[in-house]
């Protein structure tokens, strides 16, 4: 770290943390503005190590909605209730999410959280270190 390029990378990786940590809370933030519903888990779909549900729920104008979403947060069965959330311009659907994936927001914001303390504490080391050598 001591130097120019340790510098620089510790800069460059402190950077990198804020800005995902900002990109991270404002996606969070903007889910939670979408309106929610209750839905009907149809069918639980495993690719690999992912899993999705095919899910079913009502918009407010009465019609059925059916999409496969991605399953971050607890395991569903076929036939129970989750809740969805949903952002919906000119009468239509243009993302959604289980709303129990915010577990995976809060884990993403934590882990981004503490490289950026890491990061922010190489920094400091790296400063320290440029001033008594300079």
Do not use: C
């Not at 404002?26 to 690719?47: D, G, I």
């Not at 969805?84 to 934590?110: E, H, I, K, P, T």
Request: glycine share 10%; hydrophobic share 45%; aromatic share 6%.
């Amino acid at each position: 770290m001591k130097s120019r390029r340790g510098r620089f990378v510790s800069r460059l990786v402190l950077a990198g943390a804020v800005v995902g940590l900002v990109v991270v809370l404002q996606s969070a933030a903007e889910q939670r503005s979408w309106a929610s519903a209750e839905a009907t888990v149809l069918e639980r779909l495993k690719s690999g190590k992912s899993v999705s549900l095919k899910i079913e729920y009502s918009l407010p104008d009465g019609s059925k909605q059916v999409e496969t979403l991605s399953e971050n947060g607890s395991a569903h069965q076929p036939g129970t209730r989750v809740a969805v959330r949903y952002d919906l311009r000119d009468g239509r659907v243009v993302d959604s999410a289980l709303a129990d994936n915010d577990q995976a927001f809060w884990v993403l914001g934590v882990m981004l959280g503490v490289v950026a303390l890491g990061a922010l504490g190489m920094n400091l080391v790296a400063w320290a270190a440029q001033r008594r050598s300079g």
